[in-house]
C-alpha cells in the first residue's frame, strides 16, 4: 500500500501532530484494513446492504445520478467515510458506462476544472476522490495534473484505483502535494462468489504481514453477492486487521468536515 504526503507548505492547515502519534501507536499492534466500495449514487444493487455494514467502509459515490446526494447522506449517517468517485475515459469500453460529468481526453482544461469542482460540490461530505474506469484519462499528464491540483485546493486526498499500470498519479501527487493512497486488490473483477471468495482469502493471507491494506468492492450487479462475502470475512479481518476509512490510512490527514451543501 503506497502512500504519498503533503508538502510541507501545508503541513499547518492539513496536518496535525496527534494524529501521527495516533497513527504510529496503532501501527504498531497489527494490520489496519480500508475497504472502499464503488459506484454509488445510481441505486446499484446491494447499496442499502452494502451501507448497513457493521464496519467503517470508505463509500465512493458518483456525482450527477438520481441517488448520489441520498447516498451520500446515508453513508455519513451511518459512520462511513464518503469519496467522490469521477467518471474518467477508458482505453477500452461504453462511454455509456461513464455517467454523467464523465473526464474525458479531448476536454479543455477549463471545462476538466470544471466538471472536477462540481462532481466535488455534488457530492456532500466527500474527503477524497477516487475514479470509475479511468485507464485513458489517469496516464493523461495534462489531465491528472489539474485534477490533482483541485484535490489540493480542496483539501482531498486521491485514492488510486490502479486501473492502469501507466498512471501517472504517484508521481504527479507527489509533486504537487496530495496525500495519496494506492489500490491493492479488486475482490469483484469478476462477478461469481467462488472469485470473490477466492480474493477474499488471498487478502485474508496478506493481513499477517502486519501491514496497512486497501481492497475494492462494488455495488451493482454482483453487489448482493459481494455483501455477502464481506459479511462472511469481516469477522475473520477483524482478528488480524482494524478496518478503518480511507483516510485514516494517510499519517494525520485532518479531514476538513464536509457539510451537506
Not at 502519534?21 to 472502499?36: D, G, P
Not at 445520478?65 to 441520498?70: A, C, H
Not at 468517485?85 to 476536454?107: C, F, N, Q, V, Y
Not at 462494488?218 to 455483501?227: E, L, R, T, Y
Request: hydrophobic share 40%.
Amino acid at each position: 500500500m503506497k502512500v504519498l504526503f503533503l508538502t510541507a507548505i501545508m503541513l499547518n492547515t492539513l496536518w496535525s501532530q496527534p494524529h501521527v502519534e495516533n497513527a504510529v501507536a496503532k501501527s504498531n499492534h497489527h494490520s489496519e484494513l480500508a475497504i472502499v466500495i464503488d459506484d454509488f449514487g445510481n441505486n446499484m444493487g446491494g447499496t442499502e446492504e452494502m451501507l448497513q455494514l457493521p464496519v467503517p467502509l470508505t463509500i465512493a459515490i458518483m456525482p450527477f445520478l438520481p441517488t448520489t446526494k441520498e447516498d451520500a447522506k446515508s453513508a455519513h449517517k451511518q459512520g462511513h467515510e464518503v469519496i467522490v468517485h469521477i467518471p474518467m475515459e477508458p482505453l477500452r469500453g461504453k462511454a455509456s458506462w461513464l455517467g454523467p460529468g464523465a473526464i474525458t481526453t479531448d476536454l479543455s482544461d477549463k471545462e476538466i476544472r470544471k466538471r472536477i469542482s462540481s462532481a466535488i460540490d455534488d457530492v456532500p461530505y466527500a474527503v477524497g476522490m477516487n475514479h470509475h474506469m479511468g485507464s485513458k484519462v489517469t496516464a493523461d499528464e495534462r489531465i491528472m495534473r489539474i485534477v490533482l491540483n483541485i484535490c489540493r485546493e480542496r483539501g482531498l486526498y486521491y485514492f488510486d484505483s490502479k486501473t492502469t499500470d501507466k498512471s501517472v498519479i504517484p508521481k504527479l501527487a507527489n509533486e504537487i502535494g496530495v496525500p495519496y493512497l494506492e489500490n491493492e486488490l479488486f475482490f469483484d473483477d469478476i462477478y461469481t462468489i467462488s472469485h470473490m471468495n477466492k480474493k477474499a482469502r488471498e487478502l485474508e493471507r496478506l493481513l499477517d504481514d502486519d501491514e496497512n491494506h486497501i481492497a475494492i468492492g462494488h455495488v451493482g450487479i454482483a453487489g448482493k453477492k459481494m455483501v455477502q462475502v464481506l459479511n462472511e470475512y469481516i469477522p475473520i479481518y477483524q482478528s488480524d486487521a482494524t478496518i478503518v476509512p480511507l483516510s485514516e490510512l494517510i499519517p494525520s490527514f485532518d479531514m476538513i468536515d464536509k457539510q451537506v451543501p
